[in-house]
């Protein structure tokens, strides 16, 4: 199974790269562009039957490695 | 007779971290070193480029990514287009893979740690002007300082990469041996420098700018930034 | 929930961490009740990690004066004169607890703070060392630890541009709950253009430049000044995160704003954020301020002016200016793509006034904030002198294998895998970097060479907190003198558990003490420094860590040094013939024997032999290492890199103590067989003796025509490697 | 508008973090995970009434700045 790991940074904590890049754009002429957050997208192949066990292990693993629990959220779909 | 030093703009992004070395060694190959902003339109009447090592943007993206973009880089390319000389050190390397003016990315090192190591490199190009201090075959030893030097290249444009003998550096052992060994970061073929067709861009991941003065080392690094004085 | 302004009352003095007492002393001292935002300012400034207050009475001992002190405790950083009219700036700081919490993150904000201590002051960071100690390898939490230090460390000062030029890691079980960063910073500055953080000037702007304003670290200082338990995941702030690319603009427009003399007082926000930056640059410049905090730049939304003066958001600097000048200082930032913005200004009067959208937030008084914080005597209890163990027997005994054991730990190996993740050649000016003894840089322009390094052998401070404490002064002596640097100044990070507990309290007294009376016989002023209590966790306190950071000069280096051995070198031994084992690592690692005495410094020997092998080392003949850690084999490991050695121990002498002991000013030297006269004269009056010749491909050594020890390079190589190899494999 | 800008590394560009968290996860007992390949994940606030407006800009953004087409893929949707 295809899964997919979405892992964004908290909503209060501070993203130096997004905020670099959003000035960046700004220069470049993107001035629509108000904010930028940066995360991270992990796709993963998996293997297994059921949907909902592949999930439960995908997630135990965010909490466990994928994602720093302290500064990071992160967000499983089985897809 | 007055002896005219030729000028070489050494060009500060916000976060060139090692711009001031790289004018001191402008200077002591005998240039004049003319700090050129990265807003600049222009490039203030230098005869030759250096794009100094550091972390443009914090390489917040991909490293190079965003000083690529600069006001000044159009004006880099359009010097480099009209034949003349730039040398890009470390980021200065990066940034002119993200302009393309060299072939080719950076992807992070293997083991995705930075490293500061010194390194053996195998000189794979005398024939152009940038390259014409050195012989083919020489080792020299440099330092290395990054996190992203794996150079990679798709198939096709590495092809061309090679047909066109573009490869200017490579890291190898003490004894000039090519091997996976010695490999500090991945880069495909182990590349630590490139050329582009004309030989008038020069991008190299080891800093020649911090071994010119003999002080500080054997001066491995001064042929490169001599070369860059003399030819500008 | 209480609101920023409502009245506090003693449950929330409480809550941030005062003592009833405390609470008493703040009623009496504002003679009113505060509200909660002024509650929190008075915790943040009388939290231990920003009063001292348990640990000031005994600093007082320490030597702060000299001819070259430019600069003592109490500013940002201290300042030393190395002449030709250049000052080095310098300071050491511990962000333990945040590193813990998240390593990365931490480490990196640590490095953050320590630059901007060492440029608020007008000087150039030149160089950063880290001292770090960790618990046990084998517990996979604690890998995690080291390697998110060693990256947020590295990835920190690398994209500042700043190197990374030497340090030190330990382990020890006594660290598994509470790990420690420190961070120190040597910057170099004109010494007629250092800066101040005393406001002045009734009518100047108070200028904020740098990052928004979230909510990250707060209560980050009363936190530091908390011991971890069970609720330190509920007490968990929003951790601060670094952004080196913004410190590296901040560096670059301060120090051109300093330049161009726009600055009239300068302060970074460090711990407590706006809190310490406003009240003790009013407090220095014996004035006060008044601030919109309306008109603070911030990230979050609805913040409150509670979490404006209490947030620890990092890379934001505090500076006061003349009013004319605002303009230029507003187009200098944008040049470099900062944020400034006027957020108050200078006034008569010893208060700060704070207003948010019109109302007042806070009026405070200045004077019993910062200079009526609490002062506590804790009480004390020395601990016991350690007495001598009695030595197992060596006879028989396989030396090879000892070694081995040493130089496979992760305490005496190698620290390649650490600091090779460091930028050591960014400046153009390092003469020595890590793995040497010392590090050394030029002074751009001259040729002044400035060195550092940073020392603590805690495993003998726990055995004798005041010997260890004046022995670690001792070996930063050494190691300086191997780069032919002499001392010019010291900076201390006394890491320690909670103060309330008499035996830590009589710990952190003794080393006090020991650092004091170290630094005095020496003649070397602590200039800066930093303490950090309370790194206990359920009652388990580390072991006493006082680091030591030292700073020497070579006034015109003429040879870069060196510290490996060349083909056909003699080796010599200068110094006493035997160590001690009694409290070496030899005892503690191969034989687990935890006891023993730790002897004072011999302080006219050490000055003596410093002294020769210092201008040994200038002249450019001798390689120089000291015999500290782990004695003269694992030094003498440490020297052989393309070429092996062969040494001979003299008959009489006992092996283990002449290979494994400790203390005492002993030097390895190396040297070409030409030199030999002269180094030879050079030393006559110290002990001084030859004993071996770097050759072949192998360590050994001889002892009565029997090989005690033999170890092939590659082994070596490979064994130096072992303990810390964890870190290259991912 | 919040517009998602998905950023990954082109098939056949290795992956040394993917490959690397693989490794670990496989060492963690996740031996179910047979790959892993690690992309960029950004989320921008545009201003702007158009979607497809919107749409058009970002994509623009991307082939400017945020993705180099030499190694990296890249997919934008407005939410
Ligand atoms: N954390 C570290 N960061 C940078 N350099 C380090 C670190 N730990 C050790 N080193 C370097 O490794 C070398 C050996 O360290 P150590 O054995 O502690 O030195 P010494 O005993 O001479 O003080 C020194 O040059 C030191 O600066
Ligand atoms: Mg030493």
Redesign the pocket.
């Known amino acids: 199974m295809k899964v997919e790991v979405r892992i964004s940074l908290k909503r209060d904590v501070l993203d130096p790269q997004g905020e670099a890049i959003r000035r960046v754009l700004t220069r470049l002429g993107y001035t629509e562009v108000s904010a930028v957050r940066v995360g991270k997208l992990m796709l993963l192949d998996v293997e297994g039957e059921e949907r909902e066990h592949v999930r439960a292990r995908v997630e135990e693993a965010c909490r466990e490695l994928l994602a720093n629990p302290i500064i990071e959220d992160f967000e499983v779909r089985v897809l | 007779m007055t002896w005219r030093r030729p000028k070489i703009g050494v060009v500060r992004f916000p976060g060139s971290n090692r711009d001031a070395d790289a004018m001191r060694a402008v200077e002591l190959c005998g240039g004049e070193a003319v700090p050129v902003w990265h807003e600049s339109e222009d490039l203030l009447g230098v005869t030759g480029v250096l794009i100094p090592g550091g972390f443009s943007y914090g390489d917040y993206l991909r490293a190079g990514a965003m000083a690529a973009h600069s006001p000044v880089m159009k004006a880099v390319r359009k010097h480099a287009e009209a034949g003349g000389p730039v040398l890009g050190i470390c980021n200065g390397l990066q940034i002119l893979l993200e302009a393309g003016l060299l072939p080719g990315a950076m992807l992070p090192n293997r083991s995705l740690r930075f490293i500061h190591k010194e390194v053996f490199l195998r000189v794979e190009r005398d024939d152009t002007p940038l390259l014409g201090k050195l012989r083919c075959g020489q080792v020299l030893r440099l330092p290395i300082a990054h996190k992203e030097g794996n150079w990679f290249a798709p198939p096709e444009v590495f092809q061309e990469v090679e047909r066109q003998r573009l490869i200017a550096l490579r890291y190898c052992s003490a004894e000039g041996e090519v091997a996976e060994a010695y490999n500090p970061n991945g880069a495909l073929a182990a590349v630590a420098g490139l050329t582009n067709r004309e030989g008038n861009v020069l991008g190299m991941m080891p800093h020649p700018e911090c071994r010119v003065d003999p002080f500080l080392g054997e001066p491995f690094g001064k042929p490169f930034i001599a070369a860059l004085v003399e030819v500008s | 929930m209480k609101r920023w302004d409502d009245g506090a009352e003693l449950a929330d003095a409480l809550d941030h961490g005062l003592s009833p007492q405390e609470w008493e002393r703040l009623l009496t001292a504002l003679g009113r009740t505060p509200n909660l935002t002024e509650l929190g300012i008075f915790a943040a400034l009388w939290s231990e990690h920003c009063s001292y207050k348990s640990s000031r009475v005994h600093l007082t001992n320490l030597p702060t004066s000299g001819p070259r002190v430019v600069q003592g405790p109490g500013e940002n950083a201290g300042a030393v004169d190395i002449g030709e009219g250049w000052v080095a700036v310098f300071k050491v700081e511990s962000h333990n607890h945040p590193s813990f919490i998240e390593p990365y993150q931490g480490a990196a904000t640590g490095v953050g703070g320590i630059l901007r201590d060492v440029f608020t002051m007008g000087a150039r960071p030149v160089m950063l ?4 100690r960790f618990g046990e390898l084998s517990l996979p939490r604690m890998r995690y630890l080291v390697d998110g230090v ?1 990256r947020g ?1 590295g990835d920190y000062g690398n994209c500042v541009g700043v190197p ?7 382990f020890d079980p006594a660290y598994n709950g509470n790990i420690l960063v420190n961070a120190m910073c040597v910057g170099v500055a004109r010494k007629d253009k250092l800066f101040f953080a005393r406001a002045q000037g009734a009518g100047n702007r108070v200028i904020y430049l740098g990052s928004k304003t979230g909510r990250d670290g707060i209560h980050g200082a009363t936190m530091a000044s908390d011991t971890f338990d069970e609720t330190a995941e509920q007490k968990r702030p929003t951790v601060q995160v670094g952004d080196p690319f913004t410190e590296k603009l901040l560096i670059e427009a301060c120090l051109e704003l300093m330049e161009k003399g726009l600055v009239v007082a300068i302060q970074d926000m460090g711990a407590a954020g706006l809190t310490s930056s406003a009240f003790e640059m009013a407090a220095r410049g014996g004035c006060g301020l008044e601030l919109d905090l309306s008109r603070v730049p911030v990230r979050a939304e609805g913040m409150t002016p509670y979490e404006l003066m209490l947030s620890e958001s990092q890379e934001r600097m505090l500076l006061v200016a003349r009013p004319q000048d605002v303009q230029e200082i507003f187009a200098i930032c944008h040049r470099w793509g900062l944020d400034a913005c006027d957020i108050g200004e200078v006034v008569e009067g010893r208060e700060v006034v704070a207003y948010w959208k019109g109302e007042l937030a806070f009026r405070l008084p200045v004077a019993p904030l910062v200079d009526a914080a609490p002062r506590y005597e804790r009480p004390f209890q020395l601990p016991p002198s350690p007495s001598a163990v009695t030595l197992p027997s060596f006879s028989g005994r396989n030396f090879s294998e000892d070694l081995r054991r040493l130089l496979a730990s992760p305490h ?1 190996g ?2 390649r895998a ?2 090779q993740q ?1 930028d050591q050649t960014v400046g153009a000016a390092t003469l020595a ?7 050394l840089v030029l002074v751009p322009g001259t040729r002044i060479g400035l060195a550092a ?3 603590c052998n805690a495993f003998a401070c726990s055995l004798d907190p005041y010997a260890g404490a004046a022995q670690a002064v001792v ?1 930063a002596l050494r ?1 300086l003198a191997c780069v032919g640097a002499e001392p010019v100044g010291v900076t201390d990070c006394l890491n320690f558990g909670s103060p309330e507990n008499p035996q830590v309290m009589g710990q952190f007294v003794a080393a006090v003490q020991g650092l004091g009376d170290a630094c005095r016989a020496l003649g070397v002023p602590v200039v800066s420094g930093n303490v950090s209590f309370y790194n206990e966790t359920s009652g388990q306190a580390i072991l006493p860590t006082p680091t030591v950071g030292m700073v020497g000069v070579v006034p015109w280096v003429l040879h870069r040094p060196r510290f490996t051995l060349r083909d056909g070198d003699l080796v010599a031994l200068l110094g006493p013939v035997v160590g001690q084992l009694n409290g070496s690592r030899y005892l503690q690692l191969v034989w687990d024997i935890k006891a023993g005495v730790i002897p004072h410094p011999d302080y006219q020997g050490e000055k003596t032999a410093a002294e020769l092998v210092r201008s040994l080392v200038r002249l450019g003949l001798v390689a120089a ?2 015999i ?2 782990g004695g003269l084999a694992v030094i003498l490991a ?1 020297m052989c890199d393309e070429i092996g050695v062969r040494v001979s121990i003299p008959g009489d002498v006992s092996p283990a103590s002449f290979l494994f002991g400790e203390w005492g000013p002993r030097y390895l030297l190396a040297f070409p067989e030409r030199f030999q006269e002269a180094v030879a004269a050079a030393a006559e009056g110290v002990p001084f003796l030859i004993v071996g010749r770097a050759e072949g491909d192998a360590l050994v050594v001889v002892h009565d025509d029997e090989e005690l020890i033999w170890l092939s390079l590659v082994e070596l190589a490979h064994l130096r490697e072992q303990g810390l190899r964890f870190l290259e494999e991912t």
């Open positions: 060392l880290d001292s770090l060693v460390i990374t030029l030497g340090g030190e890691v330990d005496l190698s620290k650490v600091y460091y970097g890590p793995g040497g003894e010392a590090a390094t940073t020392d070996e190691n290492r000291d500290s850690d440490e």
